[in-house]
């Protein structure tokens, strides 16, 4: 098992920039970034491939969120750039530890954190 636990949440105003980390307990193949605002689905914005550092990003953040690893503290970052009122969440990290192809579906991933809350002011 994985143990995942995020940080780094805040209020910020738009235009402002945040970094959430995800410490993770084991190894992981790829983490997924994950946010959920009320009444809204949880939405996927970046994989990273903890080994390779590939990275896939949704077009809502593309270019100003950038995600990372530290495998030394085995830690994922989320750099979050620019931020918009429509970036406010609650922000999740998901892992999964089996190889395999690794998408924007929760249901892909075996651990979650327990969130971490983003507040984007106008």
């Known amino acids: 098992q994985v143990q995942l636990m995020e940080s780094g949440g805040g209020s910020v105003q738009a235009g402002g920039s945040l970094r959430l980390s995800c410490a993770a307990s084991?190894?992981?193949?790829?983490v997924g970034w994950f946010r959920q605002a009320p009444g809204k689905e949880r939405e996927g914005v970046a994989i990273?491939?903890?080994?390779?550092?590939?990275?896939l990003y949704a077009d809502s953040v593309k270019g100003r969120f950038t995600a990372s690893p530290d495998n030394a503290k085995n830690t994922l970052y989320l750099q979050m750039n620019s931020l918009k009122p429509e970036d406010a969440a609650m922000y999740y990290c998901?892992?999964?530890?089996?190889?395999?192809?690794?998408?924007?579906?929760?249901?892909?991933?075996?651990?979650w954190g327990q969130g971490t809350q983003v507040t984007v002011s106008s």
């Open positions: 084991g190894y992981t193949y790829c």
């Open positions: 990273i491939y903890t080994s390779t550092s590939a990275t």
């Open positions: 998901a892992a999964q530890t089996a190889l395999g192809r690794c998408d924007f579906a929760p249901r892909s991933y075996t651990y």
